[in-house]
């Protein structure tokens, strides 16, 4: 996707390129960059790290030594001080990852699979926890011939996202056959839906939201 997170694209100067596929593996898993991303373009000790993502001071550490010996942080500094000298790391402001080193399969896999079995858990504690009765998975064949299943009741009634008191949530993987224009027109209206709820500064609950579509190749 592109760039809709509010951030500027860094300067050729301040990207650094990887050749090492463990490296790579880090800086292209957000859950592993956000350990990173407090020393990224700035200069931070293992302390106000720690701080910054609520971590124990020795967790910090083995963090920063791991990340030192995958060459994604340098020592910069020292300062002097009675006792242990306060050491001081930075990291690139960003990095690039060809994809000769790290396929875009791979990365996407990586963070997808994190990601899915985090929603699947949430859906599924929604689910039960908001939805009352007898409520199961109701498989048919719709008009078009795709087989189909949505949560339902055994007597047939769907659960509906749009009702008031429906729980927030939305799930599943459709087949579609539409002309190249109207795949185009699609893309466009998704992005138009989402971007406007990217990067904001709000209070409020958090939700994990999803969008994919691509070309089926069988």
Wanted: hydrophobic share 40%; no cysteine; proline share 7%.
């Amino acid at each position: 996707m592109p760039d809709l997170q509010g951030s500027s694209l860094p300067t050729p100067s301040q990207v650094e390129v990887l050749t090492d596929l463990r490296a790579a593996q880090v800086v292209t898993d957000r859950t592993q960059l956000r350990l990173l991303a407090p020393f990224m373009g700035q200069e931070r000790t293992v302390s106000q790290v720690a701080g910054l993502l609520h971590l124990s001071t020795t967790a910090a550490y083995k963090v920063t030594q791991r990340f030192l010996n995958l060459g994604l942080l340098r020592e910069t500094r020292t300062e002097a001080r009675a006792g242990r000298a306060l050491r001081y790391y930075r990291a690139p402001a960003a990095y690039f990852t060809p994809f000769t080193v790290m396929s875009l399969e791979q990365i996407g896999q990586q963070n997808r699979a994190a990601h899915l079995e985090r929603f699947e858990r949430d859906f599924a504690r929604t689910v039960q926890h908001e939805l009352h009765g007898t409520w199961g998975a109701l498989t048919r064949v719709l008009p078009s011939g795709e087989p189909f299943y949505d949560v339902a009741t055994r007597d047939g009634e769907s659960w509906n996202p749009l009702d008031d008191d429906a729980p927030v949530i939305l799930s599943g993987w459709n087949l579609v056959t539409l002309p190249p224009a109207e795949a185009r027109a699609l893309q466009r209206e998704l992005m138009a839906v989402v971007e406007p709820y990217l990067n904001r500064q709000t209070s409020g609950n958090p939700y994990l939201l999803g969008v994919f579509l691509t070309p089926d190749h069988g």
